[in-house]
């Protein structure tokens, strides 16, 4: 058995949820950025450019009560307002999000089981992504919230209507070059999606060229966790374990 699922995530999957309720369509734009020119003796002309960013509508609802159409179970359902705060929060973090949707294979269970017992979906595709979806159609992409409107509903006892405007993301970052034979060759890293923590706790062994390197993938990076700690040279080979240092 099998149905589609919309999944919502942050941080590598830090704040993680599926959409309670599917909407009754999922509206995704794509588009060309191609130029129209007029040429003398020729008319009008079509300049092809790469296609924009791929856009994403979505329009449903945050149940206040279970209905028998809410997908996800009694212990993954969130109050209204708590999906409202956790996008907002995604909104003001300036990072993107990760849009994923998919068939999701559903277990064969009793009948018995079928009325009374909800899958944890989120606990699965946490598991084993590859388990839990299907191959038949699927996207999976880092998206940036571009709009997210809500309103309580009327006549219901607090569901909230909403629409979110998605964005495709793509990563981009400085790109370190070396020269080998006479060529320039770029070496290319994929950004990461996770947050850098705001602290470290300093443990056994740890320098701060290993923190720096864990944390940033650069350990020439120590030398700005050594200014904002304000930790002199002499003790860079003692660092205190369990201290706790702030990073940059």
């Known amino acids: 058995m099998e149905e589609y699922g919309i999944f919502l995530s942050f941080n590598n999957q830090e704040d993680l949820f599926r959409l309670p309720i599917n909407p009754e369509t999922l509206e995704i734009k794509e588009s060309g ?9 020729l008319g009008e002309i079509n300049a092809i450019a790469y296609p924009k960013l791929t856009e ?4 449903s609802v945050f149940p206040a009560q279970r209905y028998p159409f809410v997908l996800v179970p009694d212990a993954e359902l969130r109050k ?6 956790l996008i907002k929060k995604w909104m003001v973090s300036r990072r993107p999000i990760r849009f994923v949707f998919s068939g999701v294979k559903i277990p064969e269970m009793e009948k018995d089981e079928q009325k009374n017992k909800v899958q944890n979906w989120l606990e699965e595709s946490k598991r084993s992504e590859k388990q839990s979806f299907t191959n038949d159609f699927a996207i999976n ?25 998605l964005k495709k993301y ?7 070059v070396k020269v080998v034979n006479g060529e320039a060759k770029a070496e290319q890293k994929r950004a990461s999606e996770k947050k850098a923590p705001a602290t ?14 864990k944390i940033f993938g650069d350990g020439s990076k ?26 940059p």
């Open 80 to 85: 209204p307002f708590d999906y409202v705060e």
């Open 200 to 213: 470290y706790t300093l443990k056994a062994g740890d320098s701060l060229w290993s923190i720096a390197q």
């Open 141 to 165: 992409m880092a998206v940036s919230i571009e709009g997210f409107t809500w309103k309580l509903s009327a006549g219901t006892s607090g569901d909230i209507e909403y629409t979110l405007s």
């Open 222 to 247: 120590y030398k700005a966790i050594q200014k904002l700690n304000g930790i002199p040279d002499s003790e860079l080979k003692k660092l205190p374990v369990g201290k706790v240092i702030k990073l």
């Open 33 to 41: 950025d191609g130029k129209s020119y007029t040429i003398i003796d």
């Open 170 to 176: 793509v990563f981009y970052q400085a790109v370190a």
């Open 56 to 59: 994403i509508s979505i329009e």
